[in-house]
C-alpha cells in the first residue's frame, strides 16, 4: 500500500468526520431538533419502561448530577459514537485501501448518505455503525471478549429496539469469522430478542404524558414536537403509498447499490460471491416490516449497506482484480458524486453536494 493511496483515504475519511461533526453541532446545538434531540432523550423517569428509553435515563441522570445542558451531553454521546465508528473503520480498512474499496465508500449508500442528506446526521443510525464496528472487530481479534458482546446487544437494543432487523449481519459476520459455533449464534440472537419480547410484553409508549415537561425544567424545550409527540397511527403504510411516485424512485437506489457490491464480491471474492449476494438479500428481506412501518426508507438502505461493507471488510479476499476492473472502480468512484436520496421520501435524486457545487461555480463564471 503506497503513501498515496493511504493518504487519500485518511484525508476523505477525515473530511467526512469534519462534515458529520458540523452538522451534528448545528443539527443538536445550534437547531435542537426535536427528531434528533428528542429520540436520544426518551426516558424511563417519564411512565416507566419503554422501547428506548436506557440512553435518555442516563443523560437525564448525568444532567442532574453535573448540570450540563441536555443538548449538549446528546451532541457528546453522539459525537463518541462517530469517533468510535471511524476509528474502527480505519482499523478494519487495514490493507484494503484500494479504489474498488474508496467507491463503495464514497458511495451514498454509505458514508456520502449523509453528506447528501445532513438531516440524517444525529439519529440513532451511528448508534448501530458503532456497534456493529466494534462487534466486527472484536470477534475477529478476541474471542474471549464474547460475553461483553451479548451484554452490549443487551443494552443497545434497550436504546433502540431496531437492532432486531439487523441482528442478521451480526449473526453473518460470527460465521464468517469461522471462530464461533451454534451457541453463540444463538446467544447474539437472543441478546437483541430478549429485550425486544420485554418491550413488546412490558413497555410503555414513548411519550407517558411529562417527557416534554420533564426536558423543559431541564432547560430544553422540544416544543411539543418530534419523536416525542409521534403516535403510530397504522397510517405509514397508506402514506407510502401515497408518495409512491417519490418512494419508488428507491428502488432504482438499491439497484446500484446492488450492482455496485455485486460487482465487488464478484472480483475480490469470485469463489463465493453468490453465497454473499444471497445471504445479503435475505437480510433485506429480514428488514421488510421496516420499510413497511417506517418512511425512513434512506435510512434502512444507509444502514444495510454500511453493514454490508463492515461485513465483508476483515475476511481474506480472493482477489481476480486486473486494470479494466481498476478502470471500472474508477468510474464507478466517479459517479458516486452525481447521485443520492433523501432520508425518506425522494429515493433517488441527482441534487448531491458536487452537483450543487459545480452549479455555483458555473453560475459565478458565467
Known sequence: MNKVNKLIFYFLLVLFFVYNTFYLYHNIIISKDSWNVGDWLINYQDGGFKRRGLLGSLILLIHDSIRVKLEMIVFIIVEFLQITFYYLLVRLLKDNKNIAILSLLLSPLVLQCSMVDPNIIGKKDVLVFATFAYFVYIINRNEKRKYFLYILLFAVTLIHEYFIFFIGYFIWALILSKKYSYKDYAFTFFSVAAPVILIFFLGGNINEGTSFQ?????????????????????????????????????????????????????????????????????????SLPLFYLGTDWGRWLNIHFTLLLLTILPLKKESNSNSKNNIIFIVICCSTFLWGFNHFGEGFHFYSKFNILVTKIFNYLF
Do not use: M
Not at 411539543?224 to 424512485?249: C, H, Q, R
Not at 428507491?250 to 454473499?276: D, T
Open 214 to 286: 420533564l426536558l423543559k425544567e431541564r432547560g430544553l424545550d422540544l416544543h411539543n414536537s418530534g419523536i416525542l409527540a409521534w403516535k403510530y397511527d397504522g397510517k405509514v403504510p397508506t402514506d407510502i403509498w401515497n408518495a409512491w411516485n417519490f418512494y419508488s424512485l428507491y428502488l432504482i437506489s438499491l439497484a446500484i447499490g446492488f450492482f455496485h457490491f455485486f460487482y465487488f464480491l464478484k472480483v475480490y471474492f469470485y469463489k463465493s460471491y453468490l453465497n454473499k449476494i444471497f445471504v445479503f438479500i435475505g437480510l433485506l428481506l429480514c
